[in-house]
């Protein structure tokens, strides 16, 4: 397997241990969908070696993984910590950004369709860097994409941790 690969499949099995141990609402579930996740994405490792054709598949797959561990991650943080820092963080905006919070929060009124474009801008969050990547791995080669794939999977998978240490509701859900 590659270090990619590796990392995500580690995802993977961090957070299966964490629910399988706790067993927070929904933990079954989730379970489930992780022991699925971790096999193919070992599938796709083991079984798509020096498979041209289905090597893009493969490069993305880590990818879909981080987006799997994502979504699975909210019964686990309020497992592990149950504590919210909304509160905190908020204060922390308000300080750093002062006005700007507040015409944030404002702003245009919140139309749905503003809404919606926030919410295409935060799905692009995830979308970006693999387009990045794939035009790394057209330009300067597999050994090159797999490096730069393995920082921003390891970024993305880091900053997973803050969620665990300091979790919050945030705006969307009624948080501050």
Do not use: C, H, K
């Not at 880091?158 to 509701?169: I, R």
């Amino acid at each position: 397997m590659r270090p990619s690969e590796r990392l995500a499949s580690l995802a993977v099995v961090l957070l299966s241990a964490v629910l399988a141990t706790l067993r927070p609402p929904g933990a079954p579930i989730a379970l489930v969908v992780l022991a699925v996740t971790l096999a193919a994405a070992v599938a796709l490792a083991l079984g798509l070696r020096g498979s041209e054709r289905l090597a893009l598949l493969r490069d993305v797959a880590p990818f879909a993984v981080m987006v799997i561990v994502f979504s699975l991650l909210q019964p686990a943080i309020e497992a592990v910590n149950p504590a919210r820092y909304d509160a905190l963080l908020a204060g922390l905006d308000a300080r750093w950004f002062g006005a700007l919070v507040r015409a944030w929060r404002g702003a245009l009124g919140r139309p749905r369709t503003f809404t919606d474009v926030a919410y295409l801008a935060y799905a692009s969050f995830y979308l970006f860097p693999v387009v990045v990547l794939l035009t790394i791995r057209a330009r300067r080669g597999a050994d090159r994409f797999e490096q730069a794939a393995f920082t921003v999977l390891l970024g993305f998978f880091l900053s997973y941790v803050g969620y665990f240490l300091w979790p919050a509701s945030g705006p969307r859900l009624g948080g501050a």
